[in-house]
C-alpha cells in the first residue's frame, strides 16, 4: 500500500487507475488509502459538465481540454454515467471523442458507472476526485449524463458547474429538470451551429431575468464543439466565476460546506456499521424483535434501547 501511495504521488498513471478501482470496489485498504492521501488533496479545481445524453458533454469536454492543455495545466476527465454498467477505462464513444489526447501523458481519463462503487456512484466520484487530486492534477474535469437525481449528487463536487443544452431539444428550459438549472453557474448551447441556437439563448436569459440578482448571473455561452469555436470565451468564464469564488471567499466555504457533508456521511456509515455490528454479535435481536411482534415493545423504543446500549445518549 505503501508502494501504490509513493508511486501516485510520483505520478504514475497505473497507480491512480488502480486506486480509483479500490475505490470503486470499496476494497478493505480503502479508507487507509484515503486518509493518508487526503493531506495531499485540496489544490485540484472541479469542473462538472451535465447535460442530455447526445448534447455534446464530451465533445465540449475534448476541446476544454484541449485549451487547458494549452495553457500547460494538467487534467483528469471523470466521465460519470449512472445507467452504465461499465466501469474502468473510457466508454469506446467517449474515447473516440476524447482520442485527440489519448497520447499526452498530462491527460487522465476514466470512466465511471453503477458497477463496483458500492457506496453509490456519488460517493466513488467523489473519491476518485480526491485521487486525481492527490494525483497532481490541477482541473479535474467531471462530465456526468442523465438528468436525474444521481448526477444532481455527482455534481456537489463540481466548484464550477456547466450545464449543457442545445438547440432542436424542444423547449430546452422545460425539458431540463429545475434542479439542474440551478446547478448551472454557466449554461453552454452547444451546437451553436444549427438552427435555434439563438431561441435557447434567449428563453434562458429569460429564465435568468427571472431570478433574483446576485454578484453571480450565469452566463450563457454559444460554443461549437465540433469546431471548438467559442471555447475560448467559455474557459474564460469558467476562469471568471473561479476568480469571483476566490475573491469572495466561497470557494472556501462551499468547500468546507462539502466536507461537512462528507464527515457526515462517514460518521452516518460508521454508526450503522458499529451498532448493526455489535447488535449482531450480542445475540439479542431476536429477543426484542418477538418483543415488538407481541406489542410488549414498540419499535421505536426498541430502536433506541438498542442505541442507548452502545452510544451514550443525551
Ligand atoms: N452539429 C454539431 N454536432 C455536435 C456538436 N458537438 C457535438 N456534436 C455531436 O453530437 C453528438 C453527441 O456528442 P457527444 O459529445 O457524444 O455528447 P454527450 O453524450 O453529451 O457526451 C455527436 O454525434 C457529436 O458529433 C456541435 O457543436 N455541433
Ligand atoms: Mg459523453
Redesign the pocket.
Known sequence: MNELIQQLLRGERRAAARMISLVENDDAHKNELMSRIYPNTGSAYIIGIT????????????KLVAEIRQLGLKVAIIAVDPTSPFTGGAIL??RI?MQSHALDSEVFIRSMGTRGSLGGLSHATNEAVKVLDAFDKDIIVI?T?GVGQSELDIMHAADTTLV?LTPGAGDAIQTIKAGIMEIADIFVV?????DGADKVKAETEAMLDMRTASDWRPPVMP?????GSGIKDLWGKITEHRELLEKTGRLDEIRKARLREEVRDILEHEIKKYVWNTVEASGEMDAILEKVANRELDPYTAAKNILAERVKLK
Open positions: 447535460g442530455s445524453p447526445g448534447a455534446g458533454k464530451s465533445s465540449l469536454t475534448d464513444g467517449d471523442r462530465e449524463v449543457v452547444n451546437k451553436a451551429d444549427l460554443v461549437v464543439s465540433l469546431t
